[in-house]
């Protein structure tokens, strides 16, 4: 009889947690606050899993280790840092520059090309990514004008290069995605370089071949760029009257990088062994690349007169942009530590540790479908590095190859459609799921995953 009772709780409980996920996709497919979601599909889970409501709340979910508020804590100056550089960048009209720049160099019938680099070059300058959106969007209406392209595949683009290699593959970059696995790991940003370099590559390159077969195939069906009812389509003579020199305008985006990595070569030079400031920065993950973000806004401050006479209002209205993407991340992220402390989760995170397949193979398969549970690359590899990285580590992968390929495999399943950066991204754009997600589900999704796998090949090779 208690076997029984025993085996009917676990059901229920297991049954809970597909209804606690579910909840979570239909209400984000159906534009959901996220924030409110997830404590609602929280609620679910821990009625039907029998936890305690009070500890759920107030500690798997806000405070503990998983917890929104400790994940808020912890990234708030990260994600602040790259809001306001986002925001001086967007003000200044220094991103502007840069896709200037590569509209004269490519031309604009070059538009899914132009708008790929751009954001590339500002996210893994550190700009948030809603912030390379809101700064893309403008000047993208006007290059599909140009070369009428349809939106769809703008948001494909966009999504391309603000949202995958950039962000987990690439060595060096400050994104919230590369700093997660330096805390529990001990790596830095430039864990395995090489392997990020290659799945960084496979990534751009499939996703370039993608949305080109795609431009061909909509010019031959006739299909072209269509503006929406909101849309406002700006002039490009007018819009580059006012634009900073390219060159003064990549120099922050240079300085980002440049501050993060001058502590590694010091140290690989034995030159920097003995300074503080050179030991300081290799021990904080998180602070030397925000510090690296706020460095670089200051000098963007004296460069460009545009934010210079409004500086402090510019600089408040940057860390007010950082809040949302923030708590939206939070909470998922919470969401996610109520489901770590279910029996089922539990069963699940120990059925792909001990599954009969290589450890880097499991590695990516557990990253992913976390990953694709909590709708959130970030949410779900902070979940995977506090659950399963121990295993892995004693498993006798390399800890670079942990950070860096369970980064890359964090960034695949993430964005199907209950993702909330796509959700945010169609929203701006003024697009379906139904119109757009297509593109945007095959080179957010099939692309990292196909990249991911190869670089996972490469690694098990070498």
Not at 367 to 393: E, R
Request: hydrophobic share 55%; charged share 10%; with cysteine.
């Amino acid at each position: 009889m208690v076997c029984a009772i025993e085996g009917v709780m676990i059901m229920v409980g297991l049954l809970g947690l597909f209804a606690g996920l579910a909840l979570l996709i239909w209400l984000a497919l159906r534009g959901v606050n996220i924030i409110f979601a997830s404590v609602i599909c929280s609620v679910v889970i821990i009625a039907t899993n029998a936890l305690p409501l009070a500890d759920s709340l107030n500690q798997s979910y806000a405070f503990g280790d998983l917890g929104a508020f400790t994940f808020a804590g912890r990234f708030f100056l990260l994600f602040a840092a790259g809001a306001i550089f986002g925001r001086i960048m967007g003000e200044s009209h220094a991103a502007t520059s840069i896709a200037m720049a590569l509209v004269r160099s490519l031309g604009a019938h070059r538009a899914l090309w132009i708008t790929v680099l751009s954001c590339a070059l500002l996210t893994y300058g550190g700009v948030v990514v809603f912030v390379v959106i809101f700064a893309m969007y403008p000047l993208g209406l006007r290059l599909l004008k140009e070369a009428d392209i349809p939106k769809r595949l703008f948001c494909g683009a966009l999504a391309l290069g603000a949202g995958t290699f950039t962000l987990t593959a690439l060595p060096g970059t400050p994104s919230i995605h590369n700093v997660i696995p330096t805390l529990k790991l001990g790596t830095d940003l430039f864990a395995a370089p090489l392997l990020g370099v290659f799945g960084g590559a496979v990534m751009f390159i499939l996703g370039m071949i993608y949305l080109e077969r795609e431009r061909v195939k909509a010019k031959a069906a006739g299909e072209g760029f269509v503006a929406g009812p909101l849309d406002t389509i700006p002039d490009l003579q007018s819009i580059e009257k006012d634009l900073p020199h390219p060159a003064l305008a990549l120099t922050p985006l240079l300085l980002v990088i440049g501050t993060i990595l001058a502590p590694r070569l010091l140290s690989l030079s034995g030159a920097g062994g003995d300074i503080a400031l050179v030991q300081f920065a290799n021990s904080q993950s998180i602070l030397w690349p925000s510090i690296a973000l706020l460095f670089a806004s200051l000098v963007a401050l004296i460069l460009f007169p545009a934010v210079r006479r409004q500086s402090l209002q510019v600089l408040g209205n940057g860390t007010q942009d950082a809040i949302m993407p923030l708590m939206a991340t939070s909470a998922v992220i919470g969401f996610g530590g109520v489901v770590a402390k279910t029996a089922g989760f539990y069963e699940f995170t120990q059925a792909i540790v001990a599954a009969d397949m290589p450890p880097l193979l499991s590695m990516f398969t557990a990253s992913s479908i976390v990953s694709g549970i909590t709708g959130s690359s970030s949410g779900g590899l902070q979940i995977f590095m506090a659950t399963l990285a121990d295993s892995y580590v004693a498993m006798g992968i390399d800890p670079q190859e942990l950070h860096r390929l369970s980064a890359m495999a964090s960034g695949g399943f993430d964005s199907l459609p209950h993702c909330g950066a796509v959700i945010a991204m169609l929203t701006i754009t003024g697009l379906t799921h139904k119109e757009a997600y297509k593109d945007v589900g095959v080179v957010t999704v099939i692309v990292p995953v196909v990249a991911t796998l190869l670089t996972v090949g490469l690694a098990m090779l070498t």
